[in-house]
């Protein structure tokens, strides 16, 4: 009798995750989904003529005294224009071979459509160039995030702006720790999901994944 009740509870398990997953928007990478770096085309250039060391001593003590211009700071927004639950955007991670639609806000109703950018004075879009943090549901959209491993791409599409980050660590904290989402000073995308993946129930713990910033397209 007990190996039975088990059998129906696995089989409802599954019926459930089917049919969330099916909701949630994930599906499969497409051919041109992933927009590639601009490449740099090398040159065939002439090899200099030697110059005079003393004029080679001056560029040099030019270059000094001229002092490299600080990064311009990305431009900080309000970012009024969203509502809670509005699609903004898409998450790809191509070691999943998935990419997942993100939408504003991590409340339960915006979870259960896919991906949901977490809001507040800590976080920002990825255009802010700060801390980035995505929720989604370890049972729909994010059943394989504990496959991803340190080096992995992701990338997240917002505005017309492509961002690649490269996963450097991955955690498991409590579900009550709030130290994960704190400002940086760094543009830093961070994931989280319930956990254990097969947990039945309300998850005791979290899944993280940190990546900080790589490279920028433009789409």
């Known amino acids: 009798m007990i190996l039975v009740l088990m059998g129906l509870l696995f089989a409802s398990w599954n019926g459930y995750t089917w049919f969330s997953e ?12 992933i927009v590639a770096a601009e490449e740099i085309k090398s040159m065939d250039v002439p090899a200099p003529a030697k110059e005079d060391p003393l004029d080679e001593e001056a560029k040099l003590s030019s270059k000094i005294a001229k002092k490299p211009k600080a990064p311009e700071e990305p ?3 309000d970012y009024k224009e969203y509502e809670r639950g509005e699609e903004i955007g898409w998450l790809l991670i191509p070691s999943l071979d998935m990419k997942y639609p993100m939408y504003w806000g991590t409340d339960d109703e915006t979870l259960t459509q896919g991906v949901g950018y977490h809001a507040s004075k800590f976080t920002s879009p990825p255009d802010g160039q700060r801390h980035t943090v995505l929720s989604g549901h370890r049972d729909t959209v994010f059943r394989e995030l504990g496959d991803l491993k340190e080096g992995d791409k992701m990338y997240v599409q917002f505005e017309g702006v492509q961002y690649e980050y490269e996963i450097e660590k991955t955690w498991v904290t409590d579900a ?7 400002a940086k ?3 830093v995308l961070t994931l989280t999901t319930c956990y254990p993946f097969t947990f039945v ?5 979290r899944y993280i994944i940190e990546a ?4 920028i397209t433009k789409m």
């Open 75 to 77: 431009k900080q927004r």
């Open 185 to 187: 000073d760094e543009p």
């Open 176 to 182: 009550e720790d709030r130290t994960v989402i704190v």
């Open 212 to 215: 900080p910033l790589v490279s």
């Open 201 to 205: 129930g309300a998850a005791p713990d």
């Open 22 to 33: 099916a909701s949630s928007g994930r599906e499969p990478i497409g051919e041109n989904d």
